[in-house]
C-alpha cells in the first residue's frame, strides 16, 4: 500500500486547508486510516482517524470542532478539512493507514504511512 499526502501550504491565522491522502495498491488491506502530524522539535502526535465506512471518527481535543476527517473509498482518498487554523497547528501532516476494524491512535502499530505534506500556519 501506498499513501500520498498533499495540499499542504502556507496559510494565515484563521483560514482553512484541505488535506488529501491518496491510497494505492493493495488498499483492500486498509481499514483504519489516520492523521499524525509533528511540528519541529516534537513528537509525532494523533490528529485523528477514521474507520473504513467512515461510521467512526476520533479527534485530538486539540482540533475538535475546527477539523473534519472523512474519506471516499472509490476514489481510495482519504481528507482532512482544516478550519480556523491556529499557528500551533505547524506541523508535518502524515497520513497512515492499517487493516484495524477500530480506532487505534497508536502511530507505532500502523504499517503505512505517507510520505508528509507540510502546513504553515502564519499569524
Known amino acids: 500500500v501506498q499513501l500520498v499526502e498533499s495540499g499542504g501550504g502556507l496559510v494565515q491565522a484563521g483560514g482553512s486547508l484541505r488535506l488529501s491522502c491518496a491510497a494505492s495498491g493493495n488498499t483492500f488491506s486498509i481499514n483504519t486510516m489516520d492523521w499524525y502530524r509533528q511540528a519541529p522539535g516534537k513528537q509525532r502526535e494523533f490528529v485523528a482517524a477514521i474507520t473504513s465506512g467512515g461510521g467512526s471518527t476520533n479527534y485530538a481535543d486539540s482540533v475538535k470542532g475546527r477539523f473534519t476527517i472523512s474519506r471516499d473509498n472509490a476514489k481510495n482518498t482519504m481528507y482532512l478539512e482544516m478550519n480556523n487554523l491556529r499557528p500551533e497547528d505547524t506541523a508535518v501532516y502524515y497520513c497512515?493507514?492499517?487493516?484495524?476494524?477500530?480506532?487505534?491512535?497508536?502511530?507505532?502499530?500502523?504499517?503505512?504511512w505517507g510520505q508528509g505534506t507540510q502546513v504553515t500556519v502564519s499569524l
Open positions: 497512515a493507514a492499517d487493516a484495524y476494524p477500530v480506532i487505534v491512535k497508536v502511530a507505532d502499530r500502523y504499517s503505512y
